[in-house]
């Protein structure tokens, strides 16, 4: 089984930056893609970034795609969001999951999900 784990989730004042990770362990044989979510209290879960190992490509939500910025350890297969110049509107719990295709924007298409790190974005 393929586990996820988020970090680095925390109070950030506006304009500030952090770097949130997803580590994965496990079995991820077939799992390709590993994608950020984001879900703020009363709205649906929304997709953030997303990578592909096979392609090496990376996609960006439009609401974070000039402040965000996506790395990553192979070797382990990690992936880092890191978060700049945030705005309040970032205020989210944020997941890391994982499917076997190419990146997709649809939640319901992944099939592992981490725990989620909450972000609070404040003054």
């Known amino acids: 089984q393929l586990q996820l784990v988020e970090s680095g989730g925390g109070l950030v004042q506006p304009g500030g930056s952090l770097r949130l990770s997803c580590a994965a362990s496990g079995s991820a044989v077939g799992s390709v893609t590993i994608a950020w979510f984001r879900q703020a209290p009363g709205k649906a879960r929304e997709f953030v970034a997303g990578?592909?190992?096979?392609?090496?490509?990376?996609h960006f939500a439009d609401s974070v795609k000039d402040r965000f910025t996506i790395s990553r350890d192979n070797a382990k297969k990690t992936l880092f969001l890191q978060m700049n110049n945030v705005e309040p509107e970032d205020t989210a719990v944020y997941y890391c999951a994982a499917r076997q295709f190419t990146i997709s924007i649809r939640e319901q298409e992944y099939d592992s999900w981490g725990q989620g790190t909450q972000v609070i974005v404040s003054a």
């Open positions: 990578f592909n190992w096979i392609a090496r490509s990376t």
